[in-house]
């Protein structure tokens, strides 16, 4: 047997394996930041929303100024993350942020299961918000196992750039529904609506 071939081979299996493993991570690392940033527009959109249809409700006001208040300091995570390379304080998002997976399920079953007859929906911003909020969980743990060298190669450009526009893509996917299920996305016109409207005839002109 060979040592030498042997040597080689291996020397260029470990080589390869670390770049494939930072191009994941910093996919990884690219999809939680997005989703935060996803995440922290649905937290205002919940809270632009709540305020437009509180109607003095003392729950309604809080949980407005709960959702902006979390979607706040989320939009400053996703932001440090993005210009560090790194989830920023990971132990404080693993800590806070499955508080507010629970808020938004709880939310969702509330709208289908506890007001009776027809006023019975799902909540699509809570839902979106809690699927990235997962998202941004499962990101953070995974990234928080792993070991990298510092003599790692970084992944070339190609690759990267590819991988981070599928992140933008999935997080797009599911931010979008959410949107669209605020106020502000309930009341916006269609694209096909736009520059469609016909002026009406001047008052009191007969033919």
């Known amino acids: 047997m060979n040592h030498a071939a042997v040597a080689g081979a291996t020397d ?19 999809l939680a930041a997005f989703a935060g940033l996803g995440a922290a527009t649905l937290s205002f959109g919940t809270s632009a929303t709540l305020l437009t249809t509180a109607s003095g ?85 995974w990234l928080g196992r792993q070991t990298f060298r510092p003599s790692d190669r970084p992944p070339a450009a190609g690759p990267l750039l590819m991988m981070t526009f599928a992140a933008a893509l999935i997080v797009a996917a599911i931010t979008t529904p959410g949107l669209a299920a605020t106020a502000a996305g309930q009341h916006a016109v269609p694209h096909g609506e736009h520059g469609s409207s016909t002026p009406s005839a001047p008052a009191g002109h007969h033919h």
């Open 57 to 141: 409700s003392p729950w309604a006001m809080a949980g407005t100024v709960a959702a902006g208040l979390w979607g706040a300091p989320l939009l400053l995570w996703a932001v440090q993350s993005l210009r560090t390379g790194a989830p920023a304080w990971p132990r404080v998002l693993l800590r806070v942020a499955p508080v507010w997976v629970f808020l938004h399920l709880a939310a969702v079953a509330l709208k289908i299961w506890w007001p009776g007859g027809s006023s019975r929906s799902l909540d699509g911003t809570a839902l979106s918000a809690a699927v990235l909020e997962l998202v941004i969980l499962g990101c953070v743990g």
């Open 12 to 30: 260029r299996a470990r080589g390869e394996s670390p770049a494939r493993g930072l191009l994941l991570a910093e996919s990884v690392r690219t």
